[in-house]
């Protein structure tokens, strides 16, 4: 956690959810008799602290989509976040609610274990000019709408030609996000610490691409062609931008872009407690 005189906390507490507020207001007490200085607005919502150079720490009330959100703004500042679970899998928001305690007295302490995670820096190009750009912590997907016809993509990497691939969309995923959408459409599952990119075609017109993973730095140019339907890039699964033929977006890694607060759990124990793995002690293979 960085050194400050004052350490500036933020708390980030889930929508709508009385249980995750009201621990909050613990935590911030807890905190102020600690001598820090804490901050606290609602998840969704923006928040002076988060451009704060002081900020310290970060902890997220809520569960792995309200993690997601946070460290979509948190890229780059190299500010740890600290995730207390109040979702249904804690991928990413590990720490349960009545652990909090010995957890922040850890991070303030300097203990912590703190895990880098990559992402995907993307940006979307109209009329040769830049219409948007963001960061993915999770995956970048174009996809079509809910009319039956093909997205078509023109797929360069690195400058060069991949394919011109038509289907229902393409996923583009981190590490640590191909536990989600990506696996669901086929695509592998990853170490969380691999520096990777997992690129999932989405029922591809007659299989003719399977899924590929790619250096972390590999750049991909996606150009939607003539001939598609109405698409969509979507972030994280949380934003989403319509795209128009001639579109094109650009989607590469960064390296150490988030650090999560904690010990890395052990990834097939991580496996088997959120249930991707059945029956992994006595040798089952099903997912």
Known sequence: MHESASKHI?????????????????????????????SECRAGIGSPAYAD????????????????GVARRMVGSRVPLLGINFGRVGFLAEVQPNQWEPCLAACLAGEMPLRPASALAWRLIRDGREAARGYAVNDVVLGRSSMSRLVSLGIYVDDEHMCDLRSDGLIL?????????????????LYPSLRSIVFTPICPFLNTIPPMIFPGKALFSLDVLPGSTESYLTIDGQEG???SIGDTVEVTGKDDAVFFAGAEVPFFERLRTRGFVTNFATGGRSL
């Open 10 to 38: 933020l708390l980030v507490v889930k929508a709508n959810s009385d249980e995750a507020a009201a621990l909050a207001g613990d935590i911030a007490q807890w905190l102020r008799q600690r001598d820090c200085r804490v």
């Open 53 to 68: 150079p002081e900020l310290a720490l970060v902890v997220v009330l809520g569960g792995d989509g309200t993690m997601l």
């Open 173 to 189: 995923s981190t590490a640590i996000g191909s536990s989600g959408y990506s696996v669901s459409a086929g695509g592998p599952l």
């Open 241 to 243: 931008i319509v795209l």
